[in-house]
T-cell receptor, first 116, second 111 residues
Framework: EAGVVQSPRYKIIEKKQPVAFWCNPI?????LYWYRQNLGQGPELLIR????????DSQLPKDRFSAERLKGVDSTLKIQPAELGDSAVYLC??????????????FGPGTRLTVL | QQQVKQSPQSLIVQKGGISIINCAYE??????FPWYQQFPGKGPALLIA?????SEKKEGRFTISFNKSAKQFSLHIMDSQPGDSATYFC??????????FGAGTRLFVKA
């Protein structure tokens, strides 16, 4: 069974430029998560989807970040415009059921973003 | 209230030794405590998890000890091996609530 797929793996951009990340979750997983992992820190949730509905986006900086999950499968996370402080690894994860108890989250390898 | 505090930040252990990583939480609503292992360039992967109705869970060389009254839990890696060298994250969550991760512990096992 294929794991969570993310692309690109690495991205280097100038500040103020737009950038987009793509995620394909494990087949059959209804819940999809986007996390940001700063250097030397644990992942922090940006947004969680249950199927195509965003059910927790309280940590998403909505002035510059947007996300979508069309048809409840693949998802895209966009930053426009990027700032220096956005440099981080962006992780996508998926799980069979709802967030929280007992549902193992499977993480992709992440996209390492560097903003110059 | 939503923080999970993890220590130490880094740990060096001799091969065959015991690695111990500690975590503490504040929110008593948390009812699921997983540990994740992350290798460089990879995403975190679930290692072992515990619910607060038990005080200990063991899977192979990995054991979680849980102290509900102290709101603390720890990961013990017995007979540590160089292949265990990675970053370990504790986490806490509850139904319908997001998962909160600790800051991570970088473990290095010397051969």
């Amino acid at each position: 069974e294929a794991g969570v797929v993310q692309s690109p793996r690495y991205k280097i951009i100038e500040k103020k430029q737009p950038v987009a990340f793509w995620c394909n979750p494990i087949s059959g997983h209804n819940t999809l998560y986007w996390y940001r992992q700063n250097l030397g820190q644990g992942p922090e949730l940006l947004i969680r989807y249950e199927n195509e509905e965003a059910v927790d986006d309280s940590q998403l900086p909505k002035d510059r970040f947007s996300a979508e999950r069309l048809k409840g499968v693949d998802s895209t996370l966009k930053i426009q415009p990027a700032e220096l402080g956005d440099s981080a690894v962006y992780l996508c994860a998926s799980s069979l059921g709802s967030s929280g108890s007992y549902n193992e989250q499977f993480f992709g390898p992440g996209t390492r973003l560097t903003v110059l | 209230q939503q923080q999970v505090k993890q220590s130490p930040q880094s740990l060096i252990v001799q091969k065959g030794g015991i690695s111990i990583i500690n975590c503490a939480y504040e929110n008593t609503a948390f009812d699921y405590f997983p540990w994740y292992q992350q290798f460089p360039g990879k995403g975190p992967a679930l290692l072992i998890a515990i619910r607060p109705d038990v005080s200990e869970k063991k899977e192979g060389r990995f054991t979680i000890s849980f102290n509900k009254s102290a709101k603390q839990f720890s990961l013990h890696i017995m007979d540590s091996q160089p292949g265990d060298s990675a970053t370990y994250f504790c986490a806490a969550s509850s139904t319908g609530f997001k998962t909160i991760f600790g800051a991570g512990t970088r473990l290095f096992v010397k051969a």
